[in-house]
């Protein structure tokens, strides 16, 4: 079993928290915690049965943590993965992994070095219908990529009040892109391959906290285009579409996949709910008792980061940018 310190508990942080505590074979389990405001979490800590530390540096120190979960702000994930990696602790880090490529280049190297297991929470890489689409992919059903389509929005900024956190614009630079969209630029890494260049348009029609619109056109490595974007004020929504010179795939939503080829031949097929933040905890601990490797890279978890910080550069320049 390995124990685990949740650090950050708030919204998102106790979503990680009740996916796995208390469940047989999990292999992990919470057993201390920090956040920003202690008294806000001591209730729930109580019911959890999870100590609660004063500060990150005490999570640390306390010798029964064999693992830390980070579900900070953006900007701290790089100090706490090379301070945990430093204090000999295994990491589960949110997404944004950080918010520039040396950063996450140097978190990496910190880990390598000590050696401890870093892993980087893009769950939906553990939805069985990515797995099949991976497969179709690699078994040349829909031939040549030629294009992707990325869309992932929802409307979280409609409770953003100032002072949070995530209603920061350092925090959260191109709107939706920090919360949602970067899961969007992971899963084209993942079907489809690395990025070449990114066109960014992104800002706020209506939100007055983060940019509300944001839209991305893209070359990967391959020569495929990418039309992508990210809503933060609209309902949620979640589409990957895969266009080939043999055939079509597109994932609605998280379960139900479709196919078609080019002589018009269609399938569809439905996959059950999946819990994929317990999915990605438990292959976390699975990785780090010596099991299996977690399924992202994490030179994919870098270039990621590196997508996300072009981006960035290309929306204030009103330019193209050639990814690192």
């Known amino acids: 079993m390995l124990n685990t310190a949740i650090v950050g508990m708030g919204g998102w942080g106790r979503t990680l928290v009740n996916s796995v505590q208390g469940r047989n074979g999990a292999g992990i389990r919470f ?50 993965v090379i301070a945990a990696a430093a204090a000999g602790k295994h990491v589960f880090v949110e997404k944004p992994f950080t918010l520039t490529k040396a950063s996450a280049q140097a978190a990496v190297d910190a880990c390598r070095k000590a050696g401890v297991v870093m892993a980087l929470g893009h769950n939906r890489r553990f939805l069985p219908a990515v797995q099949e689409m991976k497969s179709q992919v690699a078994a040349g059903a829909i ?19 100032e002072g949070m956190w995530r209603a920061d614009r350092e925090e959260s630079p191109l709107g939706g892109m920090g919360g949602m969209g970067i899961h969007m630029v992971d899963m084209i890494i993942n079907l489809a391959g690395r990025f070449q260049d990114v066109r960014v348009i992104s800002k706020a029609l209506v939100s007055k906290t983060i940019d509300d619109t944001t839209a991305m056109l893209a070359t990967l490595e391959s020569g495929a285009t990418v039309g992508f974007s990210t809503l933060s004020l609209a309902a949620r929504y979640w589409r990957v579409a895969l266009f080939g010179t043999e055939g079509l795939l597109e994932l609605r939503g998280h379960e139900s996949l479709f196919f078609r ?40 978890a870098i270039h990621g980061v590196s997508v996300f910080e072009t981006m960035i550069q290309a929306a204030t320049a009103h330019s193209v940018y050639a990814v690192a």
């Open 31 to 80: 057993v201390a915690g920090s956040t920003g405001n202690l008294d806000k979490a001591r209730d729930y800590a109580a019911e959890k049965g999870i100590r609660l530390h004063a500060s990150y540096e005490a999570v640390l120190a306390d010798p029964e943590v064999q693992a830390v979960a980070l579900a900070s702000p953006h900007s701290m994930h790089a100090e706490q």
């Open 143 to 161: 031939g040549t990529l030629l294009h992707v389509e990325g869309q992932f929005s929802g409307p979280g900024a409609y409770n953003y009040q």
């Open 261 to 300: 080829d080019r002589h018009g031949k269609e399938w569809s097929r439905d996959y059950p709910v999946t819990d994929i933040e317990a999915a990605e905890l438990e292959a976390f601990a699975a990785a780090v008792a010596g099991g299996p490797e977690y399924p992202l890279p994490l030179d994919e």
